[in-house]
């Protein structure tokens, strides 16, 4: 692997007002879908694992390389977790690997991809996962991006559809760009997923909200919606997961 690459979790991360912000829904987020138990239908959880692959994204791919892990970790006490990952690049490239049930195959994936320049496929991604769940269960996507640069009536489309076939989308924005978060936000509205944006190299956000999510994959919306019934902040992802 050659010379050694810093430890993405180890950098200190500035705490302005806004990043506490987004700190504390992170945490709102996290503590509630971790309280989920298993799944009702027994099945173990699928998720998708989808990653703009871009150049402005290598140093995201690197440090989601290093917190892929904590995926599967967080979800193993909800009856666990296979993982597909999606990734674009370059010019028009879109590829998915297959179904992967343990952390260091799918590391060994993501660590073989280097990123490259070329415009967003997130379209590609959607049409990806109807396909998927058109063949077998899929419980959720995870998309982490930070740019669109589509048509944000064809991704409503096609989100539409995903949503018809019971797919959350959780739309993970890194940075602040207005037009992404208009259509991250849709997407995650029309199938019934949820958005965050965390910010540009915080480890410490993206990881959290990579284990809640898995831990969402692999169990329900029950104790979630026991909880709402006493926390503003869980009333509020509730209202995100059901809107």
Same mark, same amino acid.
């Given at each position: ?27 709102? /987020? ?16 699928? +998720? ?16 989601? #390389? ?5 995926? $599967?970790?967080?979800?193993? !006490? ?11 690049? !370059? ?20 660590? *073989?991809?280097?990123?490259? !320049? ?21 419980? *959720? +996507?995870? $998309? ?11 991704? #409503? ?12 989308? /959780?739309?993970? %924005? ?7 978060? %208009?259509? /991250?936000?849709?997407?995650?509205? +029309? ?6 944006? /965390? ?30 019934? !006493? ?8 209202? %995100?997961?059901?809107?």
């Amino acid at each position: 692997m050659g010379e050694k690459t810093p430890d993405p979790l180890a950098k200190a991360e500035t705490r302005t007002p806004d990043s506490r912000v987004r700190r504390a829904e992170v945490d709102a /987020f996290l503590s509630q879908v971790r309280s989920l138990g298993p799944r009702s239908d027994g099945a173990r959880g699928r +998720l998708i694992f989808a990653l703009d692959a871009t150049m402005s994204r290598q140093p995201t791919w690197d440090t989601a #390389c290093a917190l892929q892990a904590d995926m $599967f970790r967080e979800a193993a !006490g909800a009856g666990g977790l296979d993982v597909q990952l999606v990734y674009y690049r !370059g010019i028009g490239e879109c590829r998915a690997s297959g179904w992967v049930s343990a952390s260091d195959r799918l590391a060994r994936l993501m660590g *073989a991809i280097d990123c490259r !320049g070329g415009n967003t496929q997130i379209a590609k991604v959607l049409s990806h996962v109807r396909q998927e769940k058109n063949a077998g269960p899929v419980h *959720a +996507l995870v $998309f982490v991006g930070d740019a669109m640069e589509e048509s944000l009536d064809t991704l #409503c489309a096609r989100a539409g559809e995903i949503g018809l076939l019971g797919v959350p989308c /959780f739309m993970f %924005q890194e940075g602040p760009d207005a037009i992404t978060e %208009q259509a /991250f936000r849709e997407i995650a509205r +029309l199938t019934r997923g949820a958005y965050c944006r /965390f910010a540009p190299g915080a480890a410490e956000e993206l990881r959290d909200l990579l284990r809640a999510v898995a831990t969402y994959a692999a169990g329900g919306l029950k104790a979630l919606t026991a909880a709402s019934a !006493g926390s503003q902040a869980s009333r509020l992802l509730l209202q %995100q997961l059901r809107s």
